[in-house]
Protein backbone atom coordinates (compact mmCIF):
# COMPACT_ATOMS: atom_id res chain seq x y z
CA UNK A 1 0.00 0.00 0.00
CA UNK A 2 2.48 2.57 1.04
CA UNK A 3 4.61 1.58 -2.28
CA UNK A 4 1.94 2.35 -4.58
CA UNK A 5 1.34 5.89 -2.57
CA UNK A 6 4.96 6.61 -3.22
CA UNK A 7 4.72 5.92 -6.54
CA UNK A 8 1.75 7.80 -6.83
CA UNK A 9 3.57 10.89 -5.35
CA UNK A 10 6.67 10.69 -7.85
CA UNK A 11 4.67 10.65 -10.24
CA UNK A 12 2.89 13.65 -9.77
CA UNK A 13 6.31 15.34 -9.18
CA UNK A 14 7.45 14.25 -11.96
CA UNK A 15 4.58 15.81 -14.05
CA UNK A 16 4.90 19.01 -12.35
CA UNK A 17 8.38 19.10 -13.05
CA UNK A 18 7.84 18.74 -16.73
CA UNK A 19 5.32 21.34 -16.82
CA UNK A 20 6.99 23.81 -15.57
CA UNK A 21 10.23 23.05 -17.31
CA UNK A 22 8.04 23.18 -20.60
CA UNK A 23 6.61 26.28 -19.87
CA UNK A 24 9.80 27.99 -18.40
CA UNK A 25 11.20 27.29 -22.09
CA UNK A 26 8.14 28.81 -23.76
CA UNK A 27 8.51 31.60 -22.00
CA UNK A 28 12.66 31.51 -22.90
CA UNK A 29 11.75 31.04 -26.17
CA UNK A 30 8.99 34.11 -26.35
CA UNK A 31 11.55 36.40 -24.79
CA UNK A 32 14.07 35.57 -27.29
CA UNK A 33 12.09 36.17 -30.11
CA UNK A 34 10.24 39.41 -29.03
CA UNK A 35 14.15 40.26 -27.81
CA UNK A 36 14.71 39.40 -31.69
CA UNK A 37 11.93 41.43 -33.45
CA UNK A 38 12.84 44.29 -30.84
CA UNK A 39 16.41 44.45 -32.53
CA UNK A 40 15.10 43.83 -35.98
CA UNK A 41 12.66 46.93 -35.31
CA UNK A 42 16.02 49.01 -34.31
CA UNK A 43 17.70 47.66 -37.28
CA UNK A 44 15.17 48.67 -39.27
CA UNK A 45 15.23 52.34 -37.55
CA UNK A 46 18.70 53.02 -38.13
CA UNK A 47 18.65 51.83 -41.88
CA UNK A 48 15.92 54.09 -42.43
CA UNK A 49 16.80 57.13 -40.60
CA UNK A 50 20.15 57.24 -42.43
CA UNK A 51 18.89 56.54 -45.75
CA UNK A 52 19.18 59.88 -48.12
CA UNK A 53 16.55 59.07 -49.79
CA UNK A 54 12.75 58.94 -48.65
CA UNK A 55 12.43 55.38 -46.76
CA UNK A 56 8.61 53.86 -45.90
CA UNK A 57 7.78 50.25 -44.28
CA UNK A 58 4.27 49.48 -45.44
CA UNK A 59 2.00 46.89 -44.02
CA UNK A 60 1.38 44.54 -46.97
CA UNK A 61 -2.11 43.89 -45.36
CA UNK A 62 -3.53 47.59 -44.78
CA UNK A 63 -0.99 49.86 -46.31
CA UNK A 64 0.13 51.08 -42.83
CA UNK A 65 3.03 52.83 -42.22
CA UNK A 66 4.86 51.22 -39.85
CA UNK A 67 8.01 53.53 -40.36
CA UNK A 68 9.53 56.18 -42.29
CA UNK A 69 12.90 58.39 -42.17
CA UNK A 70 13.44 61.87 -41.48
CA UNK A 71 14.04 62.56 -45.27
CA UNK A 72 10.61 60.95 -46.59
CA UNK A 73 8.78 63.29 -43.44
CA UNK A 74 10.82 65.85 -45.01
CA UNK A 75 9.80 65.35 -48.80
CA UNK A 76 6.07 65.17 -48.10
CA UNK A 77 6.03 68.23 -44.96
CA UNK A 78 4.54 65.70 -42.61
CA UNK A 79 6.30 65.50 -39.36
CA UNK A 80 7.54 61.81 -38.57
CA UNK A 81 4.79 61.07 -35.94
CA UNK A 82 2.07 62.42 -38.33
CA UNK A 83 3.38 60.12 -41.52
CA UNK A 84 3.19 57.22 -39.04
CA UNK A 85 -0.08 57.63 -38.22
CA UNK A 86 -1.13 57.12 -42.15
CA UNK A 87 -1.40 54.47 -44.74
CA UNK A 88 0.28 54.46 -47.95
CA UNK A 89 -2.98 55.12 -49.80
CA UNK A 90 -3.56 58.60 -48.12
CA UNK A 91 -0.29 60.01 -49.88
CA UNK A 92 -0.97 59.14 -52.80
CA UNK A 93 -3.71 60.57 -54.93
CA UNK A 94 -7.34 59.39 -54.53
CA UNK A 95 -7.96 58.19 -58.26
CA UNK A 96 -4.92 55.88 -58.21
CA UNK A 97 -5.76 54.39 -55.36
CA UNK A 98 -6.61 51.05 -57.70
CA UNK A 99 -3.05 51.31 -59.15
CA UNK A 100 -1.37 52.05 -56.28
CA UNK A 101 -2.92 48.48 -54.57
CA UNK A 102 -2.15 46.48 -57.92
CA UNK A 103 1.48 47.68 -57.35
CA UNK A 104 2.11 46.88 -53.91
CA UNK A 105 0.59 43.11 -55.07
CA UNK A 106 2.69 42.94 -57.94
CA UNK A 107 5.86 43.88 -55.36
CA UNK A 108 4.90 41.31 -53.25
CA UNK A 109 4.65 39.17 -55.95
CA UNK A 110 7.87 39.86 -57.87
CA UNK A 111 9.51 40.28 -54.29
CA UNK A 112 10.73 43.73 -55.81
CA UNK A 113 9.93 46.31 -58.06
CA UNK A 114 10.65 50.21 -59.63
CA UNK A 115 8.16 52.37 -60.79
CA UNK A 116 7.94 56.06 -61.49
CA UNK A 117 3.82 56.22 -62.51
CA UNK A 118 2.57 56.87 -59.22
CA UNK A 119 3.08 60.07 -57.38
CA UNK A 120 3.13 61.24 -53.62
CA UNK A 121 0.77 63.97 -52.50
CA UNK A 122 2.37 66.76 -50.20
CA UNK A 123 0.80 67.65 -47.31
CA UNK A 124 0.10 70.91 -48.64
CA UNK A 125 -2.11 69.31 -51.50
CA UNK A 126 0.89 69.51 -54.17
CA UNK A 127 1.23 66.65 -56.81
CA UNK A 128 4.42 65.27 -55.71
CA UNK A 129 6.60 63.33 -58.79
CA UNK A 130 9.26 60.23 -57.22
CA UNK A 131 10.76 57.25 -58.59
CA UNK A 132 9.66 54.51 -56.10
CA UNK A 133 12.02 50.95 -55.48
CA UNK A 134 10.25 48.52 -53.42
CA UNK A 135 11.53 45.59 -52.12
CA UNK A 136 9.71 42.76 -49.94
CA UNK A 137 10.83 42.73 -46.16
CA UNK A 138 9.20 41.57 -42.84
CA UNK A 139 8.70 44.02 -40.07
CA UNK A 140 8.17 43.23 -36.40
CA UNK A 141 6.67 39.99 -37.85
CA UNK A 142 4.44 41.59 -40.30
CA UNK A 143 4.35 41.25 -43.97
CA UNK A 144 6.06 44.63 -45.04
CA UNK A 145 7.95 46.56 -47.66
CA UNK A 146 10.38 48.71 -48.15
CA UNK A 147 9.48 51.57 -50.61
CA UNK A 148 12.70 53.75 -51.26
CA UNK A 149 11.55 57.71 -52.56
CA UNK A 150 13.46 59.87 -54.93
CA UNK A 151 11.68 63.42 -55.88
CA UNK A 152 11.99 63.89 -59.18
CA UNK A 153 10.33 67.00 -59.91
CA UNK A 154 13.71 68.57 -60.98
CA UNK A 155 14.84 65.57 -63.03
CA UNK A 156 11.82 65.99 -64.61
CA UNK A 157 11.94 69.80 -65.36
CA UNK A 158 15.57 69.20 -66.76
CA UNK A 159 14.51 66.39 -69.12
CA UNK A 160 11.67 68.52 -70.47
CA UNK A 161 14.12 71.35 -70.76
CA UNK A 162 16.15 68.78 -72.90
CA UNK A 163 12.89 68.27 -74.88
CA UNK A 164 12.27 71.54 -75.58
CA UNK A 165 16.18 72.53 -76.62
CA UNK A 166 15.57 69.10 -78.90
CA UNK A 167 12.73 70.07 -80.64
CA UNK A 168 14.17 73.70 -81.13
CA UNK A 169 17.19 72.03 -82.65
CA UNK A 170 15.17 69.62 -85.13
CA UNK A 171 13.62 73.17 -86.31
CA UNK A 172 16.81 74.32 -86.68
CA UNK A 173 17.83 71.49 -88.58
CA UNK A 174 15.28 70.99 -90.57
CA UNK A 175 15.72 75.32 -91.43
CA UNK A 176 19.24 74.07 -92.45
CA UNK A 177 17.83 70.87 -94.46
CA UNK A 178 15.59 72.32 -96.03
CA UNK A 179 18.13 75.58 -97.40
CA UNK A 180 21.19 72.62 -98.31
CA UNK A 181 18.39 71.28 -100.27
CA UNK A 182 17.85 74.26 -102.05
CA UNK A 183 21.40 74.53 -102.58
CA UNK A 184 21.16 71.23 -103.94
CA UNK A 185 19.14 72.33 -106.66
CA UNK A 186 21.21 75.56 -107.39
CA UNK A 187 24.08 73.30 -107.53
CA UNK A 188 22.36 70.39 -110.09
CA UNK A 189 21.03 73.56 -112.29
CA UNK A 190 24.47 74.55 -112.80
CA UNK A 191 25.49 70.99 -114.00
CA UNK A 192 24.62 69.79 -117.86
CA UNK A 193 21.78 68.71 -118.41
CA UNK A 194 21.60 64.77 -119.42
CA UNK A 195 19.94 65.76 -122.45
CA UNK A 196 22.95 68.51 -123.12
CA UNK A 197 25.40 65.36 -122.42
CA UNK A 198 24.37 63.22 -124.48
CA UNK A 199 24.57 65.44 -127.30
CA UNK A 200 27.72 66.47 -126.72
CA UNK A 201 29.23 63.11 -125.62
CA UNK A 202 27.36 60.64 -127.34
CA UNK A 203 27.71 56.91 -125.81
CA UNK A 204 28.30 57.92 -122.09
CA UNK A 205 27.48 57.60 -118.51
CA UNK A 206 28.21 59.59 -115.24
CA UNK A 207 28.27 57.93 -111.64
CA UNK A 208 27.60 61.12 -109.53
CA UNK A 209 27.24 59.85 -105.80
CA UNK A 210 27.76 63.23 -103.14
CA UNK A 211 28.42 62.25 -99.76
CA UNK A 212 26.34 64.67 -97.99
CA UNK A 213 23.36 66.40 -99.82
CA UNK A 214 25.39 68.45 -101.66
CA UNK A 215 28.78 68.19 -103.80
CA UNK A 216 31.68 69.48 -103.81
CA UNK A 217 32.70 67.22 -107.00
CA UNK A 218 31.06 68.67 -110.39
CA UNK A 219 31.36 68.22 -113.59
CA UNK A 220 31.56 70.50 -116.79
CA UNK A 221 30.26 69.66 -120.57
CA UNK A 222 29.87 72.43 -123.37
CA UNK A 223 30.96 72.29 -127.05
CA UNK A 224 33.29 75.25 -128.74
CA UNK A 225 34.83 76.38 -132.07
CA UNK A 226 38.29 76.22 -131.99
CA UNK A 227 41.11 77.55 -134.37
CA UNK A 228 44.30 74.87 -133.92
CA UNK A 229 46.43 76.92 -136.26
CA UNK A 230 46.13 80.45 -137.69
CA UNK A 231 44.30 80.83 -140.89
CA UNK A 232 42.66 77.76 -140.52
CA UNK A 233 38.97 76.85 -140.38
CA UNK A 234 37.63 76.94 -136.88
CA UNK A 235 36.59 73.03 -135.67
CA UNK A 236 34.22 72.25 -133.35
CA UNK A 237 35.51 70.73 -130.47
CA UNK A 238 33.72 68.97 -126.85
CA UNK A 239 35.15 70.00 -123.76
CA UNK A 240 34.44 68.02 -120.44
CA UNK A 241 35.71 68.29 -116.58
CA UNK A 242 35.29 66.06 -113.60
CA UNK A 243 36.56 68.37 -110.67
CA UNK A 244 37.00 68.09 -106.90
CA UNK A 245 37.06 71.02 -104.77
CA UNK A 246 38.69 70.96 -101.85
CA UNK A 247 35.92 69.74 -98.70
CA UNK A 248 32.80 68.23 -99.57
CA UNK A 249 28.98 69.13 -98.30
CA UNK A 250 28.24 72.95 -98.15
CA UNK A 251 31.71 74.34 -97.99
CA UNK A 252 32.79 71.71 -101.46
CA UNK A 253 29.34 73.28 -102.90
CA UNK A 254 30.58 76.74 -102.69
CA UNK A 255 33.85 76.00 -103.84
CA UNK A 256 32.33 74.36 -107.08
CA UNK A 257 29.98 76.98 -108.04
CA UNK A 258 33.01 79.15 -108.09
CA UNK A 259 34.50 76.81 -110.18
CA UNK A 260 31.85 75.93 -112.64
CA UNK A 261 31.43 79.72 -113.13
CA UNK A 262 35.23 80.42 -113.83
CA UNK A 263 35.65 77.40 -116.10
CA UNK A 264 32.99 78.84 -117.81
CA UNK A 265 34.33 81.63 -118.80
CA UNK A 266 38.05 80.12 -119.71
CA UNK A 267 36.48 77.88 -122.17
CA UNK A 268 34.38 80.43 -124.23
CA UNK A 269 37.56 82.23 -124.76
CA UNK A 270 37.62 82.15 -128.55
CA UNK A 271 42.10 82.05 -128.20
CA UNK A 272 41.71 79.13 -125.69
CA UNK A 273 42.66 76.56 -127.91
CA UNK A 274 44.09 73.58 -126.12
CA UNK A 275 43.44 71.77 -122.79
CA UNK A 276 46.92 72.53 -121.10
CA UNK A 277 45.95 76.69 -121.23
CA UNK A 278 42.94 76.46 -120.55
CA UNK A 279 44.37 74.66 -117.36
CA UNK A 280 46.67 77.40 -116.75
CA UNK A 281 44.25 79.90 -117.05
CA UNK A 282 41.65 78.41 -114.65
CA UNK A 283 43.95 78.04 -112.28
CA UNK A 284 45.13 81.72 -112.36
CA UNK A 285 41.64 83.21 -112.16
CA UNK A 286 40.59 80.63 -109.81
CA UNK A 287 43.22 82.06 -107.09
CA UNK A 288 42.85 85.61 -108.20
CA UNK A 289 39.05 84.90 -107.12
CA UNK A 290 40.16 82.72 -103.50
CA UNK A 291 42.91 85.17 -103.08
CA UNK A 292 43.88 84.46 -99.64
CA UNK A 293 41.97 81.34 -99.33
CA UNK A 294 44.74 78.44 -99.82
CA UNK A 295 42.01 75.32 -100.63
CA UNK A 296 42.17 74.67 -104.45
CA UNK A 297 40.43 71.53 -107.04
CA UNK A 298 41.76 68.51 -108.38
CA UNK A 299 40.84 68.72 -111.93
CA UNK A 300 41.08 66.37 -115.24
CA UNK A 301 40.04 68.48 -118.44
CA UNK A 302 39.75 67.23 -121.77
CA UNK A 303 38.68 68.12 -125.18
CA UNK A 304 37.75 66.10 -128.10
CA UNK A 305 37.55 66.50 -131.65
CA UNK A 306 35.18 64.01 -132.72
CA UNK A 307 35.81 64.61 -136.69
CA UNK A 308 39.54 64.47 -136.33
CA UNK A 309 38.91 61.51 -133.54
CA UNK A 310 41.67 63.11 -131.42
CA UNK A 311 41.76 63.80 -127.90
CA UNK A 312 43.43 66.72 -125.51
CA UNK A 313 44.10 66.16 -121.76
CA UNK A 314 45.61 68.17 -118.82
CA UNK A 315 45.28 67.36 -115.49
CA UNK A 316 45.83 69.10 -111.92
CA UNK A 317 46.35 66.10 -109.78
CA UNK A 318 43.42 64.20 -111.32
CA UNK A 319 45.15 61.34 -114.41
CA UNK A 320 42.37 59.88 -116.84
CA UNK A 321 42.31 56.62 -118.16
CA UNK A 322 41.98 55.26 -121.85
CA UNK A 323 40.27 51.77 -122.10
CA UNK A 324 40.85 49.89 -125.82
CA UNK A 325 40.55 47.06 -127.24
CA UNK A 326 43.92 44.73 -127.36
CA UNK A 327 44.41 43.47 -130.97
CA UNK A 328 47.28 41.65 -130.22
CA UNK A 329 50.17 41.17 -133.16
CA UNK A 330 47.03 41.53 -135.72
CA UNK A 331 46.89 37.62 -136.67
CA UNK A 332 45.01 36.73 -133.27
CA UNK A 333 42.83 38.52 -130.24
CA UNK A 334 45.36 38.62 -127.72
CA UNK A 335 44.31 37.00 -124.58
CA UNK A 336 43.96 39.60 -122.70
CA UNK A 337 41.36 41.39 -124.68
CA UNK A 338 41.41 45.08 -123.55
CA UNK A 339 44.39 47.11 -122.11
CA UNK A 340 44.49 50.50 -119.57
CA UNK A 341 46.51 53.40 -120.24
CA UNK A 342 46.81 55.82 -118.03
CA UNK A 343 47.75 59.43 -118.62
CA UNK A 344 49.16 60.87 -115.64
CA UNK A 345 48.63 64.26 -114.24
CA UNK A 346 50.52 67.13 -113.40
CA UNK A 347 51.15 67.18 -109.56
CA UNK A 348 49.71 70.89 -108.87
CA UNK A 349 46.50 71.56 -107.13
CA UNK A 350 44.06 74.56 -109.12
CA UNK A 351 44.33 77.63 -106.86
CA UNK A 352 46.25 76.41 -104.18
CA UNK A 353 49.07 78.54 -103.88
CA UNK A 354 49.46 81.34 -106.09
CA UNK A 355 48.11 83.45 -108.81
CA UNK A 356 51.02 82.92 -110.89
CA UNK A 357 49.89 81.06 -114.30
CA UNK A 358 51.32 77.66 -114.10
CA UNK A 359 51.93 75.34 -116.73
CA UNK A 360 50.34 72.07 -117.52
CA UNK A 361 50.90 69.61 -119.90
CA UNK A 362 48.83 69.28 -122.47
CA UNK A 363 48.50 65.98 -123.57
CA UNK A 364 47.32 64.85 -127.02
CA UNK A 365 46.20 61.27 -128.13
CA UNK A 366 45.05 59.51 -131.24
CA UNK A 367 42.07 58.02 -130.29
CA UNK A 368 40.26 54.94 -131.94
CA UNK A 369 36.73 53.88 -133.14
CA UNK A 370 35.52 52.36 -129.34
CA UNK A 371 37.67 53.70 -127.07
CA UNK A 372 36.47 54.34 -124.05
CA UNK A 373 37.61 57.19 -121.58
CA UNK A 374 37.67 57.79 -117.74
CA UNK A 375 37.41 60.80 -115.88
CA UNK A 376 37.30 60.67 -112.16
CA UNK A 377 37.88 62.35 -108.71
CA UNK A 378 39.28 60.54 -105.92
CA UNK A 379 36.20 59.22 -104.17
CA UNK A 380 35.45 56.27 -105.86
CA UNK A 381 39.49 54.71 -104.98
CA UNK A 382 39.26 56.13 -101.37
CA UNK A 383 36.34 54.40 -99.95
CA UNK A 384 36.96 52.18 -97.18
CA UNK A 385 35.29 48.55 -97.64
CA UNK A 386 36.07 44.95 -98.16
CA UNK A 387 36.77 42.09 -95.29
CA UNK A 388 39.59 44.41 -93.98
CA UNK A 389 37.91 47.70 -93.87
CA UNK A 390 40.40 49.01 -95.93
CA UNK A 391 40.23 52.10 -99.13
CA UNK A 392 39.15 50.60 -102.23
CA UNK A 393 42.77 51.94 -104.07
CA UNK A 394 42.97 52.74 -107.91
CA UNK A 395 44.50 49.03 -108.64
CA UNK A 396 40.74 47.23 -107.94
CA UNK A 397 39.00 50.21 -109.46
CA UNK A 398 41.18 50.06 -113.07
CA UNK A 399 40.41 46.16 -112.85
CA UNK A 400 36.70 46.91 -112.31
CA UNK A 401 36.75 48.58 -115.23
CA UNK A 402 38.65 46.69 -117.18
CA UNK A 403 36.19 43.92 -116.48
CA UNK A 404 32.97 45.71 -117.38
CA UNK A 405 34.15 47.01 -121.27
CA UNK A 406 31.55 44.34 -123.13
CA UNK A 407 28.45 46.21 -121.16
CA UNK A 408 27.06 49.38 -122.66
CA UNK A 409 28.33 52.70 -120.70
CA UNK A 410 24.85 52.56 -118.93
CA UNK A 411 25.30 48.74 -117.53
CA UNK A 412 28.57 50.13 -116.67
CA UNK A 413 27.71 52.16 -114.67
CA UNK A 414 25.47 50.29 -112.80
CA UNK A 415 28.41 47.73 -112.43
CA UNK A 416 30.42 50.13 -111.31
CA UNK A 417 28.06 51.37 -108.45
CA UNK A 418 27.20 48.04 -107.59
CA UNK A 419 30.96 47.02 -107.04
CA UNK A 420 31.29 50.34 -104.92
CA UNK A 421 28.11 49.28 -102.73
CA UNK A 422 29.71 45.49 -102.39
CA UNK A 423 32.99 47.47 -101.16
CA UNK A 424 31.72 49.96 -98.74
CA UNK A 425 29.46 47.42 -97.09
CA UNK A 426 28.01 49.16 -93.63
CA UNK A 427 30.91 51.87 -93.72
CA UNK A 428 29.50 55.10 -94.82
CA UNK A 429 31.35 56.91 -97.45
CA UNK A 430 33.85 58.43 -97.00
CA UNK A 431 34.03 61.25 -99.67
CA UNK A 432 31.93 62.68 -102.87
CA UNK A 433 32.09 60.20 -105.91
CA UNK A 434 32.50 61.12 -109.69
CA UNK A 435 33.56 59.00 -112.53
CA UNK A 436 32.61 59.90 -115.99
CA UNK A 437 32.63 57.28 -118.35
CA UNK A 438 33.02 57.89 -122.74
CA UNK A 439 33.12 55.58 -125.26
CA UNK A 440 34.10 56.96 -128.59
Known sequence: MNYVLWVIIISSTLCVIVVALSVFLKYQSAEKRLTLIEAEKVNYESIID??????????????????????AAAMLGYTKKELESKTLFELQPKELLE????????VWEKKGLIYKDIPFVHKNGHILPVECSAKVAPFAGRPS???????????LRLENEVLEQKKIIEVKNKDITDSINYALNIQQALLPSGEKMTIELKEHFILYQPKDIVSGDF????????TPRPNQPAQEVTV????????HGVPGALMSVIGNTILKQIINR???????????LFNKKVSETLNTIKDGMDMALCIINYSKMEFQYAGANNP????????????????VPYELQEIKADKLAIGADSG?????????????????????????ADQFGGPLGKKLMYKKFKETLLSIQKYSMEEQKNQLYSSFLNWKGDLDQVDDILVIGIRV
Not at 50 to 71: L, Y
Open 145 to 155: VVIYARDITER
Open 356 to 380: DTKTFTNHVIQLEKGDCIYLFTDGY
Open 270 to 280: ATVNNAGEALG
Open 219 to 226: YWCDSKLT
Open 320 to 335: IYIVRRNTGDGLQESL
Open 99 to 106: RSSTTVAD
Open 50 to 71: QANDAMFVIDIVDGRVHQCNPS
Open 240 to 247: VAAVDCTG
